[in-house]
């Protein structure tokens, strides 16, 4: 076998490095496009952010000053004073809006027969609502349980509560109920005297 050329001029394969080496610089030359096109892309929407954040910044200023000078101008006595005058009023609102004859009925068809009232004081109290403070004589704490029992039915009492009881002088128990009372429709319960 013979191993040596012969040809003056030795036949080499470089149409195939050229065509890769051609290939090799497309790519690179589309890469670098790529690159300097998002270069130029983010710098442009860098520099619109940065001048959209100075100018938020700007306009987060001059708010501070508008909001420290209208600090500057406000009057805590008067607001403190028409903040007092507007609870007064809400509070003439819900006394005005209390209705005794509403109470009374609800009462009258929820007390047992064994148990009288002897006292009845509506409370406004700003966190829990409007309380009643009521005083009832009975027979016994069953006939106390009984009363509570069908006001909590009623579904306009709710939370009520013996916060003192004694035997008064007659033998019968005096008892001092707390319940919160949040008027709505009359219903009808199981007491004893007002049936119809």
């Excluded at 040809?7 to 149409?15: D, G, L």
């Excluded at 790519?27 to 938020?56: H, K, M, P």
């Excluded at 001059?62 to 028409?82: G, H, M, P, S, Y």
């Excluded at 016994?140 to 035997?167: C, P, R, Y």
Aim: glycine residues 6%; proline residues 3%; negative net charge.
């Amino acid at each position: 076998m013979i191993r040596t050329n012969l040809s003056t001029r030795p036949f080499y394969n470089e149409s195939a490095v050229h065509a890769w080496l051609l290939l090799v610089a497309v790519l690179v030359i589309a890469a670098s496009v790529f690159n300097v096109s998002r270069l130029l892309r983010y710098s442009g929407s860098n520099t619109q952010q940065e001048t959209a954040a100075r100018r938020d910044e700007a306009r987060a200023a001059q708010l501070r000053d508008q909001a420290a000078r209208l600090r500057a101008t406000v009057d805590v006595q008067k607001i403190e004073f028409a903040s007092v005058e507007a609870r007064q009023a809400n509070d003439l609102i819900d006394r005005r809006t209390f209705s005794w004859t509403d109470l009374f009925n609800r009462f009258e068809t929820t007390l047992p027969d064994d148990v009288r009232i002897v006292a009845v004081r509506p409370k406004l109290d700003h966190e829990r609502g409007f309380l009643i403070l009521t005083t009832v004589v009975a027979r016994g704490v069953e006939d106390v349980d009984a009363f509570i029992e069908h006001l909590e039915k009623t579904g306009a009492f709710s939370n009520a509560q013996s916060v003192e009881e004694h035997v008064n002088e007659q033998g019968q128990l005096e008892a001092h109920l707390e319940m919160k009372y949040g008027p709505g429709p009359v219903k009808r319960s199981g007491g004893g005297n007002g049936q119809q």
